[in-house]
């Protein structure tokens, strides 16, 4: 009922920068969180920032002052913005929302995934 559909990832030296976005279709009435994870390999999918209603954010200690995330609420998108970018930052990046539909359901939507590689 909510569709996710992630660009931006890519191939990036590191202290290079990139730029995720997450567009979100569907029967929304409203975000109540949309948030980026990731997920290297190996390791558990962890939480990379947030942004919540109110445009109040979060971030992993690991990224903050590097990564910013922002919203346009109009174009129903997320973006990702990432700075200074170490191989560290490797993983597959995926877009995620806490969504009440019109229904006034409330569900938690994934998007597909996208690929960052940082080289060193």
């Known amino acids: 009922q909510v569709q996710l559909v992630e660009s931006g990832g890519g191939l990036v030296q590191a202290g290079g920068s990139l730029r995720l976005s997450c567009a979100a279709s569907?029967?929304?009435?409203?975000?109540?969180?949309m948030g980026w994870y990731r997920q290297a390999p190996g390791k558990q999918r962890e939480l990379v920032a947030v942004i919540i209603s109110g445009d109040s954010t979060g971030y992993a200690d690991s990224v903050k002052g590097r990564f910013t995330i922002s919203r346009d609420n109009a174009k129903n998108t997320v973006w990702l913005q990432m700075n200074s970018l170490e191989p560290e930052d490797t993983a597959v990046y995926y877009c995620?929302?806490?969504?009440?539909?019109?229904?006034?359901?409330?569900?938690?939507?994934w998007g597909q995934g996208t690929q960052v590689t940082v080289s060193s």
């Open positions: 569907g029967s929304i009435f409203r975000f109540n969180a």
């Open positions: 995620n929302a806490d969504v009440t539909l019109t229904s006034r359901a409330t569900i938690v939507s």
